[in-house]
């Protein structure tokens, strides 16, 4: 029970943490009302700009990414040392595996919910499907998903490669904020972080370059697939639990 009160307690601060964020970024609809029209609706860059809510750069990629990190360090948690006992040693790696796709899941559930609820409430429903907004959500949706499990995956293998120390936790989040912050100043693109550069295109014209999404797509099944297995090959041939005993 106390594991799933904590559970309860981390979400709720997500969305608490999304909600306050989307009335910050977008302040100016409080003042002006309700959207009417897709001239309007693009004007108060809900979709896509430096501002945006789906536009994950500088402070708003590092802040969703720390967050995420701080989330998915919660699942990662030996909490009960028994469960190596209740999975074994293989299973236990496939749990927490399991335990990552379905947090990077709920976090961006919770993260999109707030932006569609809030649409609805300033935009008109017919502006918003003459924008397609809905099919970019969607899109956007797997996409981000598939950066948060890739976080959460590399949180996972260097988790086991120091043994449990929490130098994980901070390296990880040194290294995706650098990206977040790098793939705007320089232009560097680097699979599979996210790209959000195509929810503007395909809302204003419905353009979309299906070829360079499914490449991004695949690129992130084969980095997760290298990163469980590399995760699952270090915990199996590594005695890490009677390592860290030894340190405490």
């Known amino acids: 029970m106390k594991f799933r009160k904590r559970d309860l307690y981390a979400n709720l601060i997500n969305i608490a943490f999304f909600f306050i964020t989307w009335l910050f970024l977008n302040s100016r609809l409080l003042n002006n009302g309700k959207i009417h029209s897709v001239e309007d609706f693009f004007s108060f860059n809900l979709i896509n700009s430096e501002m945006a809510y789906t536009n994950l750069t500088h402070v708003l990629g590092t802040a969703f990414t720390i967050l995420f990190v701080l ?38 559930f919770e993260y ?9 409430i300033f935009c008109d429903f017919s ?30 293998f260097l988790q086991y490669l120091f043994k449990f120390s929490n130098a994980y936790i901070a390296l990880t989040a040194i290294v995706f904020c650098l ?8 232009g560097i693109r680097i699979s599979p972080v996210y790209f959000s550069d195509f929810i503007q295109d395909f809302a204003q014209s419905g353009a979309f370059n299906w070829f360079e999404y499914a490449v991004n797509l695949i690129e992130t099944i084969i980095v997760f697939f290298i990163l469980a297995i590399s995760s699952r090959i270090i915990f199996l041939k590594r005695d890490i639990i009677i390592n860290e005993k030894a340190d405490s």
Request: with cysteine; aromatic share 12%; hydrophobic share 55%.
């Open 71 to 108: 989330s998915s360090a919660r699942v990662l948690d030996m909490k009960n040392p028994y469960e190596l006992i209740k999975y074994n040693r293989d299973g236990f790696v496939k749990h927490k595996i399991k335990g990552i796709v379905t947090n990077a899941l709920i976090f961006v």
């Open 112 to 120: 999109l919910i707030i932006h569609v609820l809030f649409c609805i």
């Open 127 to 156: 502006v918003l499907l003459e924008v397609n907004f809905f099919p970019c959500l969607m899109l956007f949706y797997i996409s981000l998903t598939e950066y948060f499990l890739i976080i959460g995956m590399s949180m996972l």
């Open 179 to 186: 990206l977040a912050i790098a793939s705007n100043d320089l």
